[in-house]
């Protein structure tokens, strides 16, 4: 047996050996008491371009809450009072199909894009993360030190020095937590209701001042103390990933096929010819994760693929003259295989899925419509026999859920030959994100009307002649014998 075959033998026999890990969760010992982690401060090229992505994410969260198109906001969603803004556009509960379906949708695109991609979301988009990596860790660093003065603060008494850095670290933490809420509610309610609330003072509004402190002890508890543990024993994208992916999608592996058997570094070795693999257990990709986990045992749910580890590993390897990529973005199958990365067809097909999973959403956006109306007989009319006519009453609705001041008239589509009368104007003038309720009366001559009941088709046109909507109800006569 060659070398190589009998190092590729002991690292599987390595990765069966480790299934034990999965016995247990990173952050906690075998009695069940959390062990707190510090990670080591990240830095590196994945690191530099997560920093960026955030960067780029959190001023997208702190700055559209004031945004505003065609005077409305840019993303609202005030539930309690039915206002829905999404990109400036008026959703309302009438579009509650189209938001379904975007959600059926998103659901269907979070699937495929794991299947594919593995967990990219939770380490460089997830608020989760974003929050607790970029700024309430980096002022932890900032006030405590890296990883070695943060582990000896935590051990040493409570002196001066733990006071007071604990007591900065914590008040800052709230701070940013307060900030973190309101930005929230701003997306509930807009930024001109929670100044309203905040000018106003607690006792005007006290429910108000309750939720928001409420909420800010949830933030400042997540990220001060909860941290990784969400990820690990709160959110369920984790556990879905066991289901979720195969042997070719892409996550972040560590190369147990060059890496083992791993072995302490010695100067001017031939690592190979004494059956050495690349790891030189160094252990820097272990302290530098921020779930307290070892890549080097096999996929784990813990992992959210932040790239901390492959940063952490190249840094060694350039340092030690190895090859850097023994921790980096790769599918299961391009390891045990030890192939270069490739979009295959798999991967190939399910982008265009995906794709054409946001086309059909920007579709379902776009053609929602401007303007509904409704045609509905009020309970209890009837129709009433005038000068040769048949007349019927109808009550209508019509919003407006364009950005635009609109003026309308309706017309009858089918059948043809009627007259449409109204105690005002025919033309119907629309306020934008609008709703108007008025009365309008459908006359026929006498003769046309064979039914008792036969179907009336309503138009609404702009001055231009455009059809904005239609709407089919009946038209009653007087009941008639047919031989």
């Avoid at 295989?337 to 490739?342: A, G, I, Y």
Wanted: charged share 25%.
């Amino acid at each position: 047996m060659s070398t190589t075959e009998k190092k590729y033998n002991e690292a599987e026999s390595w990765v069966v050996e480790a299934e034990t890990f999965r016995d247990s969760v990173g952050t906690m010992d075998n009695t069940g008491k959390r062990k707190w982690v510090f990670p080591r401060k990240p830095k590196g090229k994945y690191t530099n371009y997560r920093v960026l992505v955030s960067v780029l994410l959190l001023a997208i969260y702190f700055v559209i809450p004031f945004l505003k198109f065609h005077g409305n906001p840019l993303l609202l969603f005030n539930i309690i009072e039915r206002q829905f803004f999404i990109f400036g556009q008026p959703f309302y509960p009438q579009d509650f199909i189209i938001l379904a379906l975007g959600a059926i949708v998103t659901l269907i695109f979070i699937i495929i894009f794991t299947v594919v991609f593995g967990r990219i979301f939770c380490g460089w988009i997830c608020p989760q993360t974003i929050f607790l990596e970029m700024i309430f860790r980096k002022i932890e660093y900032a006030i405590e030190g890296d990883r070695n003065k943060q582990m000896r603060l935590d051990n040493q008494a409570w002196d001066t020095e733990k006071i007071w850095k604990r007591s900065l670290k914590w008040s800052i933490f709230i701070l940013i937590s307060v900030i973190i809420t309101h930005i929230m509610f701003m997306y509930i309610v807009g930024y001109e209701e929670v100044f309203s609330i905040m000018k106003e003072g607690p006792f005007a509004k006290p429910t108000n001042f309750l939720v928001m402190i409420l909420f800010t002890a949830a933030f400042y508890f997540v990220f001060a103390w909860f941290r990784e543990q969400v990820c690990t024993m709160v959110c369920p994208y984790g556990r879905l990933q066991g289901v979720l992916i195969d042997k070719e999608t892409i996550n972040v592996f560590y190369d147990y096929k060059r890496g083992e058997n791993r072995s302490k570094w010695k100067k001017g070795e031939n690592r190979r010819a004494e059956g050495k693999g690349d790891c030189i257990d160094c252990k820097q990709c272990v302290v530098v994760c921020p779930t307290g986990i070892d890549i080097r045992d096999g996929l784990q749910m813990e992992c959210v693929n932040c790239t901390a580890c492959i940063d952490a590993c190249d840094e060694v390897m350039v340092k030690v003259g190895l090859p850097p990529g023994l921790i980096r973005y790769a599918s299961e199958k391009e390891i045990e295989e030890q192939e270069n990365f490739k979009f295959s067809g798999k991967m190939k097909l399910y982008s265009v899925i995906l794709l054409a999973l946001i086309a059909f959403l920007g579709g379902l956006l776009y053609n929602r419509g401007d303007m509904e109306a409704k045609f509905l007989k009020p309970p209890g009319s009837t129709f009433f026999v005038r000068d040769g006519k048949i007349t019927n009453t109808y009550s209508y609705t019509f919003l407006n859920k364009s950005n635009d001041n609109r003026t309308v008239i309706i017309k009858i589509i089918e059948p043809k030959n009627g007259e449409i009368s109204s105690s005002t104007s025919n033309k119907i003038v629309l306020k934008r994100d609008a709703m108007i309720k008025g009365t309008i009366n459908v006359s026929f001559p006498e003769s046309q009307i064979k039914l008792s009941k036969q179907n009336l088709k309503l138009g609404v046109y702009d001055m231009n002649g455009e059809l904005l909507d239609e709407y089919e109800t009946y038209f009653e006569g007087p009941f008639k014998f047919q031989f």
